[in-house]
């Protein structure tokens, strides 16, 4: 390769919680640059996860982050060409893209539920996904699913 990689941006914590994770969530969830609105319906959000989740001993911020480890593919299928037929080899996935894909989805499966506000859906689904359903954590199945079955051509690995 010609050029050099170029330099990881450095993401600044999010205002209430001082958290990394959280800024990264929102910079998913925003659209056309619009950051402040993003904020307001992750935290809305979080405070629906509250009040409907108050029996759990947890902080919503931590119901948040273990539905997203629920939600967290480890090996995903790729496309490879090998003397004219197509594979799908499994392979595993690296931590930033893992941590990605997990939050793309929970923010893509939140989008398309039916509902009033983006914060009532994005709480329905941290909520699904915190208790391993929905549709976020059944496409990590079906990701897991894939992989398990193209498990024989796990050696054409690259």
Same mark, same amino acid.
């Given at each position: 390769?010609? %050029? /050099?990689?170029?330099? &990881?941006? @450095?993401?600044?914590?999010?205002? @209430?919680?001082?958290?990394?994770? @959280?800024? &990264? ?7 056309? $640059? ?5 904020? =307001? ?7 629906? @996860?509250?009040?409907?989740? +108050? &029996?759990?001993?947890? +902080? ?10 629920? !939600? ?5 299928? %790729?496309?490879?060409?090998? $003397?004219?037929?197509?594979? =799908? ?8 893209? %893992?941590? +990605? ?5 929970? !923010? /893509? ?5 039916? $509902? ?15 208790? +391993? =359903? ?5 496409? %990590? ?18």
């Amino acid at each position: 390769m010609r %050029k /050099a990689k170029p330099k &990881k941006r @450095v993401i600044l914590p999010d205002p @209430v919680f001082n958290d990394q994770k @959280v800024s &990264k969530f929102v910079n998913h969830l925003m659209y056309d $640059g619009k950051k402040t609105i993003s904020y =307001q319906i992750f935290y809305n959000a979080l405070d629906a @996860v509250k009040v409907k989740m +108050s &029996k759990e001993e947890k +902080s919503p911020l931590e119901i948040w982050k273990q539905a997203l480890d629920n !939600i967290t593919p480890q090996v995903e299928v %790729k496309s490879r060409r090998i $003397g004219g037929a197509t594979f =799908q080899v499994p392979t595993e996935i690296r931590p930033e893209r %893992k941590e +990605s894909i997990s939050m793309k989805n929970l !923010i /893509a499966f939140a989008r398309k539920r039916s $509902g009033k506000s983006m914060a009532d859906k994005l709480a329905a689904e941290i909520m699904d996904a915190y208790n +391993s =359903q929905g549709g976020a954590f059944k496409r %990590k199945e079906d990701m897991h699913r894939m992989a398990e079955a193209n498990r024989a051509f796990a050696h054409f690995r690259f």
